[in-house]
C-alpha cells in the first residue's frame, strides 16, 4: 500500500525554525517528484516547495517561501524534510506532502492532478 506520512509539526514562535518530514511507504520515493503544500482555514491549497525525482532538476519554492525554506531528499531512507526557517504567523497551516508523478516535474507545485497525499500535520506560528 503505498503511503506518506508527515511529521514534525508544531507551535513556533515567530522568527524560529521546524523541521517536517515526509516519510514514503510502499513505494520507491526516488521514482517520483514529492511536493509540500499547505492549506490555512479557510483558504486554498497551495504548494510550498518541491524535490524533483532527477537530481539534476532544481528544487521549487513558491516565492513566499523562497529564502527561508529548504528542501531535501534522502532516497536510501524514504524520505523528504522540509527545513523552515524564519517562521512568520501566515506560515500557519497544515501541511501536507505529495507523491507527484514523475512525469508532471514542472508543475510539481500544483496541488491539482494526480498526487498521492499524506494525512498532514498542523504548524501554528505565534507568539
Known amino acids: 500500500q503505498m503511503q506518506l506520512v508527515e511529521s514534525g509539526g508544531g507551535l513556533a514562535q515567530p522568527g524560529e525554525s521546524l523541521k517536517l518530514s515526509c516519510v514514503a511507504s510502499?513505494?520507491?520515493?526516488?521514482?517520483?517528484?514529492i511536493g509540500w503544500f499547505r492549506q490555512a482555514p479557510g483558504k486554498e491549497r497551495e504548494g510550498v516547495s518541491c524535490s524533483r525525482w532527477r537530481s539534476d532538476m532544481a528544487a521549487a519554492y513558491a516565492d513566499f517561501v523562497k529564502g527561508r525554506f529548504t528542501i531535501s531528499r534522502d532516497n536510501a531512507h524514504n524520505t523528504v524534510t522540509l527545513h523552515m526557517n524564519s517562521l512568520k504567523p501566515e506560515d500557519t497551516a497544515v501541511y501536507l506532502c505529495a507523491a507527484v508523478p514523475l512525469t508532471d516535474a514542472l508543475n510539481c507545485l500544483r496541488p491539482a492532478g494526480s498526487r498521492l497525499w499524506g494525512q498532514g500535520t498542523q504548524v501554528t506560528v505565534s507568539s
Open positions: 510502499g513505494f520507491n520515493l526516488a521514482e517520483y517528484n
